[in-house]
């Protein structure tokens, strides 16, 4: 069974990719870090499928170049390094994760057009530029292999996004990162179909009690297998 993103005409491509729990309904997207693209057969399989990858730093953006990731791949997650996240927009790089008014600042300042932006856990829920424009809420889960963390994990940002919509923006998009992509892309995916099945759960019944619709989901690895 293959699960579709939801995407809008205003909104940038997002990938497919392959459900791991059998009945899911979540809509569950992909993303690897850039650094598993040392691997030339998940190189080749992203480039060739549309899959996101994860950038952090220059290095990333190095490696995103060298193996001719389009920028409309990548999302960009903002540090503390001012010059790589300037070039990353200028690569043309139109997604990005930010955790500070900061980020957004630099982003703003640095971008010919709109720019499309997950809020991390620490990012304000405000934006003052119009060029920016929230498309999803992030977080990191600090033990990848608990489904019950990804879980409530993921109840934490549908009921952050219940808190947008109440201020008159609609989040369609969240995303979880965490774990290895061994987890991912493991052949059985054991573990990776029981943290699909718990996301699953917990955004129905917090969408159910928030009377939300349900976003599209991104489960992302952290780290190279």
Known sequence: ????????????????????????????????????????????????????????DDHDLDVVQYNNIRAVQVVYRCGPAAPALRRAVAL?????????????ARIAESAPSTR??????????????????VI?????????????????????????????KACGSTVKRIALSG????????????????IVAAVDRAVRDECQHWQLTRPAVTLAALSAA
């Open 1 to 56: 069974m293959t699960l579709a993103l939801q995407t809008t005409d205003s909104e940038p491509p997002s990938p497919t990719f392959r459900a791991l729990a059998p009945g899911a309904l979540v809509n569950a997207g992909c993303s690897v870090p850039a650094a598993a693209l040392t691997d030339r057969g998940l190189a080749s399989w992203a480039r060739s499928r549309g899959v996101s990858v994860t950038a952090r």
């Open 92 to 104: 043309g790089v139109s997604r990005f994760v930010v955790s500070t008014p900061q980020h957004m």
């Open 116 to 133: 499309y932006l997950y809020l991390d856990d620490q990012a304000p829920l405000m934006l003052g530029d119009k060029r920016l424009k």
């Open 136 to 164: 999803g809420l992030h977080t990191e889960i600090t033990d990848p292999e608990n489904a019950a963390e990804w879980a409530c994990a993921a109840q934490r940002l549908v009921g952050r996004s219940a808190v947008l």
């Open 179 to 194: 774990g290895s992509t061994q987890l991912w892309l493991a052949p059985d995916a054991s573990q990776a179909s029981i």
